[in-house]
């Protein structure tokens, strides 16, 4: 899987689950954490291209997959085309 990026807060507990689902699964991934880099969710929208309302909001690579629940049904998507 291509590098995955996760936008969140350290305080949130669905950024926590992506995080540790990208770890259980050995994925390469990166956690910006938005208080500490200043990034506010109107910042990130303009990134992203679409309104932010909650976290995570989560890439893998340049696709935008969503939030946690997104990400956790991305990853059983590409495990079942794998396993196909």
Known sequence: MEPVTIYGRMSCGFCVRARQLCEVKGYDYRFVDMIAEGISKGDLSETLGRPVVTVPQILVGDEYVGGCDEFFA???????????
Do not use: I
């Open 74 to 84: 991305f990853v059983r998507q590409q495990e079942a085309l794998a396993g196909s």
